[in-house]
């Protein structure tokens, strides 16, 4: 504590103790609030000087100010509402020209150059009952759907207790804000994660610099399958040996993460050219395990899909589409993140299991998956990672001077590098008894190679085997944060895929290995 917060601390826990009337009690509590607004105390400081001194008279609601967020709170601090929002609008140019005869496939859309709203969503957060928090968030562009929405039972930093939507406790970079992540799209490593589901969730800090998280939660916002859908689980935990230690410059943060899940999918049916070389256009299945590039460029890369029908039986589709096909995944995660003021390295490794099976004695589809991504993070205006770390991830940098022109400040400028892959191997692919059929066109792996018993970039036969799939993904950043509220990003990235291969819904001699994008955004967040 520096000598000016010495100063505010004693001078408010003076005026308190002097206080014989309600209103110098109110004067002082008033004085305590301002100080806490403008930063010189914590909340927790504040509270603990005004403890026992709130008038006993006061009704009228407070509204307070922090980091361009409003907070509207009961006079005796039990009830609180605060509106929060954000809006992440990208631009993205690749170097794909995918198009030569196929120019108006759906599945291979992403490889445009576009103008996207990635995100617009507007909620509400606060407490109620002084023990109990709640955040409801909707997601804003196209259909309104929910994002988040969950109560938790909060008396007992220890163990709390959360229910509704949330993200499960998987993955560092998940249980980031898409607000504060490092760069404009999360890794591979992410792509596994369960993300945000319906459940139930144990969580607690018992001690500064130790957390912990188990989940209960439905992989399907609505069941699918009375035998199939399952109960699903997941849990994680952290260490930061820094604050464990009382440093206050330095992260070291390591944590281990899983979660094992049983669910069905319900095919959907493909567009593509019925003359692709593929022969894959218009079945019916489901995906058990696919990659997008990072970036959010060409979807798909690989792809693990399970039931539906064959080209030249769709007259069986609106008999099939209705039914499931069942999944069954497991995962472990390791993440670490060490930083020292301004420099932060940051590393995950994700390994994962899958088996997919079309009903009771249809094809079944097994795989195991490796990701993992090393980064290293600099912010070149001196502001720490330390001052934004908090309960086992990291939050917002918040600039030492914001950005002002008639001040000339510039903000805070972060840069980065970051190198991640993935990896699929294992792979069988087995029809069931109802032959070839339901394997062919149905159940593939598609961007895979080196399989036994079929060949091409969508592998599909009565039983192949040894099938390997991997892309190596490099991407810069730089990042240009001009107060809490506001974010210019800039990235490009470089994807390498595994192998040559044709996208699976084009007609043409066209052979894809690499991916450049290049992709800003400009993000305003409360």
């Known amino acids: ?151 938790d039972y909060a008396k007992y930093p220890e163990a709390k207790l959360r229910l509704g939507r949330f993200k499960q406790p998987f993955n560092l970079e998940e249980n980031t804000s898409s607000n504060n992540i490092d760069f404009m799209e999360r890794s591979y490593v992410n792509q596994l994660a369960p993300a945000k589901k319906n459940g139930a969730m144990l969580f607690g800090e018992p001690k500064t610099g130790f957390t912990y998280a188990l989940s209960a939660y439905s992989m399907n916002d609505t069941e699918q399958d009375s035998k199939n859908d399952k109960m699903n689980f997941a849990g994680r935990s952290t260490l930061n040996f820094g604050e464990l230690l009382g440093n206050k410059t330095m992260v070291a943060h390591i944590g281990l993460a899983g979660f094992d899940a049983e669910y069905n999918v319900t095919p959907t049916t493909t567009s593509g050219n019925p003359a692709s070389t593929a022969g894959q256009a218009g079945t019916t299945n489901g995906s058990i395990l696919a990659f997008r590039t990072p970036g959010r460029g060409l979807s798909n890369i690989f792809a693990a899909q399970i039931g539906g029908v064959s080209v030249g039986t769709l007259a069986l589709q609106s008999a099939n589409s209705n039914s499931t096909s069942q999944v069954k995944s497991s995962a472990v995660g390791l993440e670490a993140a060490f930083a020292v003021n301004n420099v932060k390295v940051q590393g995950e490794y994700a390994r994962a299991g899958m088996t997919g099976k079309t009903g009771t004695t249809g094809d079944t589809l097994d795989l195991t998956a490796n990701v993992y991504y090393g980064e290293v993070m600099y912010l070149a205006t001196g502001e720490t990672y330390a001052g934004a770390y908090k309960g086992g991830a990291f939050g917002s940098i918040k600039p030492t001077n914001n950005f002002d022109l008639d001040k000339n400040q510039w903000g805070a400028w972060e840069f980065g590098l970051r190198a991640e892959k993935y990896t699929v191997d294992d792979i069988s692919l087995v029809a069931g008894s109802g032959g070839t059929t339901e394997g062919v066109g149905a159940t593939r792996v598609r961007g895979a190679t080196s399989c036994s018993g079929s060949s091409g970039s969508t592998q599909t036969a009565s039983a192949i085997n040894g099938c390997k799939a991997s892309g190596t993904t490099y991407t810069a950043g730089i990042k240009w944060i001009l107060n809490p509220n506001a974010m210019v990003k800039l990235n490009y990235s470089r994807t390498n895929f595994g192998y040559e291969w044709e996208h699976f819904d084009l007609d043409d001699s066209r052979r894809l290995h690499k991916e450049d994008l290049l992709m800003m955004r400009t993000q305003f967040a409360f």
């Not at 509270?47 to 005796?76: C, M, Q, W, Y």
């Not at 992403?110 to 997601?139: Q, S």
């Open 1 to 151: 504590m520096n000598l000016n917060k010495k100063l505010a601390v004693a001078v408010s826990g003076a005026v308190l103790l002097m206080a014989g009337q309600v209103a110098l009690a109110d004067s002082a509590t008033d004085i305590v609030d301002a100080l806490v607004m403008k930063g010189v105390l914590t909340e927790e400081e504040g509270r603990l000087i005004t403890k026992g001194h709130t008038s006993k008279t006061a009704v009228t609601p407070v509204v307070k100010e922090k980091d361009g967020a409003f907070t509207l709170e009961s006079a005796n601090g039990n009830n609180s509402i605060s509106l929060t929002g954000r809006m992440h609008l990208d631009y993205r140019h690749n170097n794909l020209d995918l198009y030569n005869t196929d120019f108006n496939d759906r599945d291979t859309a992403t490889g445009a150059d576009n103008i996207e709203l990635r995100r617009a969503r507007l909620g509400v957060k606060g407490k109620f009952a002084k023990d109990f928090n709640y955040e409801i968030v909707g997601n804003l562009p196209g259909t309104a759907t929910i994002d988040v929405a969950f109560v």
